[in-house]
């Protein structure tokens, strides 16, 4: 479904992607690790059309989406939820799940994933008539991964979904992104919380300062040596 | 001071603070969407103004239906700008801030000077007209027609632009670009084509303030200076960016030049209204309705 090939991004000057290749299939939950500033922020934007890359190619569906406006990307169904949410702070919830199913504005169902999204996140349905920006962290990672969910994308992309909620939610955090791809929804995942995430992906890749030093299926990932020690203490 | 003119003074205070409301909220929505103040916006002014006059002359219609028109066409004008200037000033790597000022002022400037050597120096007036000069009296209290019109106007416009805001889905998108127009892309909004609009919606703003000053004012080229300093003052009064602050804002403005006028003198009027302003800005910078 989404292809990325000899992927090369700099910003401000300076390599943050080099070389990067990767393939999501349908259906498919990837998840990208790595520390930070290895360049895994980078490349979701790249993708999502809001970092120009240097050098390669992203094919989504069999087309060619690099140098395609972030908008059309958006319009094409892949949904992005970046590292810092970006909502519409003072905007209602209602109007940003609202402005989340803008591209079918014109459309009768244009509300017809909202269903959805309440049983995946019942707190947004209490809070509609609140601002964006007071709601609590975990509230907002909600809310933002609701309106990626309302542009109705076939490729998810959520980047550090765990970062900034309470310990307890991120249980239910990981369970909902496996909801999500179980209602078709592929998942492009970048996470620091490598034990659940490799959970629920399928396959894994790992960052390092730019480029990928390990991939394979998550459980070849959970078993490699430098993993072990790196990663999950062992 | 007899009840008679201080109903006076504040009525006819309240209709010219609406036409300023008016010209100032072009130059807010603008800021608001994206943080860039219109230099220029003073002779987007006069441009409507000239071209009020032109199709007046060309024409021999009369002003009240030719507005639509000269709106019509400012909206024109501020889009074409934006994709031919000002696009391009944002693309700017380094020092941003500094290249859109002298940009918009730098395209104030030419705008001036096609104007001054085009069309001449000259001072024109459009002649008689359905409204022009004449005024209505109410009670004892005389409300000059042109103003009048222009009030209602302004209420009707106010109106339209809170319902389009409150009830649309361009209004949302308007706002969201407001909010953040980087993460517009996220839910499918193009953010240039939003600012395209807005720069549309500033210019036929000041495209119906001009269409109706045209009819009570002399049209000349530097017209727009004589207007642009209130309207300055207007949007940082009310807020920077917010469309109700520029309404207050032009209302309070207008009313306390009428007062300045009367009880100081017609030459002072102005000075009235910058002392509220550095009232203002010394002990509530972000303005009245600012969040800034």
């Known amino acids: ?234 | 001071m007899s009840l008679e003119l201080l109903l006076q003074v504040l009525l006819s205070g309240l209709l010219m603070g609406m036409i300023y409301a008016l010209m100032a909220s072009g130059l807010s929505l603008i800021f608001g969407l994206m943080d860039v103040v219109n230099f220029a916006h003073g002779e987007f002014l006069m441009v409507a103004m000239y071209l009020m006059f032109g199709l007046v002359v060309l024409t021999g219609l009369d002003p009240l239906l030719l507005w639509p028109i000269v709106t019509v066409c400012l909206f024109a004008f501020g889009a074409a700008v934006y994709l031919g200037v000002v696009r391009h000033a944002l693309r700017a790597k380094t020092n941003r801030g500094m290249v859109q000022v002298f940009t918009t002022f730098g395209l104030g400037l030419v705008l001036m000077g096609l104007a001054q050597s085009l069309l001449s120096p000259d001072y024109r007036s459009i002649g008689d007209s359905w409204i022009g000069g004449k005024s209505v009296s109410l009670l004892g209290i005389y409300l000059p027609l042109p103003q009048l019109v222009g009030g209602i106007a302004s209420i009707a416009t106010f109106s339209i632009i809170w319902l389009m805001i409150t009830r649309t889905d361009f209004g949302k998108a308007l706002e969201a670009t407001r909010e953040d127009a980087g993460a517009v892309a996220l839910v499918g909004i193009n953010k240039d084509l939003i600012f395209t609009l807005g720069w549309g919606g500033g210019a036929a703003l000041v495209g119906l303030a001009g269409s109706i000053i045209a009819i009570f004012f002399y049209v000349y080229p530097s017209v727009g200076t004589s207007f642009i300093l209130i309207a300055f003052v207007t949007v940082a009064l009310g807020g920077f960016g917010s469309i109700y602050g520029a309404l207050a804002a032009g209302v309070i403005v207008g009313v306390v030049e009428a007062f300045s006028a009367v009880l100081l003198s017609p030459a002072l009027k102005s000075l009235g209204v910058y002392a509220v302003y550095l009232a203002v800005v010394v002990l509530r910078p972000r303005g009245l309705f600012g969040s800034m």
């Open chain 1, 1 to 234: 479904m989404l292809e990325v090939a000899g992927l090369t991004t700099t910003y401000e000057g300076l390599v943050a992607i080099s070389d990067v290749s990767l393939k999501v299939g349908k259906g498919e939950i990837v998840t990208v690790a790595g520390a930070n500033g290895a360049g895994k922020s980078t490349l979701l934007k790249t993708i999502a059309g809001m970092e120009q890359r240097q050098s390669g190619s992203i094919h989504f569906e069999g087309e060619r989406i690099d140098g395609v406006q972030p908008h059309l990307i958006t319009a094409r169904g892949i949904a992005f939820v970046p590292e810092n949410r970006r909502l519409f702070p003072r905007l209602s919830v209602r109007d940003n799940l609202r402005l989340g199913s803008f591209l079918f504005r014109k459309r009768p169902d244009r509300d017809a994933p909202l269903d959805g999204v309440f049983s995946l996140f019942p707190v947004l349905k209490e809070r509609l008539g609140q601002l964006a920006g007071t709601l609590s962290g975990g509230e907002q990672q909600m809310l933002a991964m609701g309106r990626a969910l309302m542009t109705r994308p076939k490729l998810l992309m959520l980047d550090e979904p765990s970062q900034g909620i309470m310990p307890k939610l991120v249980t239910e955090m990981f369970a909902a992104i496996k909801a999500i791809r179980q209602t078709g929804v592929t998942i492009l995942l970048v996470e620091q919380r490598l034990v659940e995430s490799l959970e629920i992906a399928d396959s894994a890749v790992v960052l390092q300062t730019g480029r990928i030093v390990l991939r394979g299926s998550a459980q070849e990932v959970r078993d490699h040596p430098d993993i072990r020690s790196a990663y999950l203490g062992a």
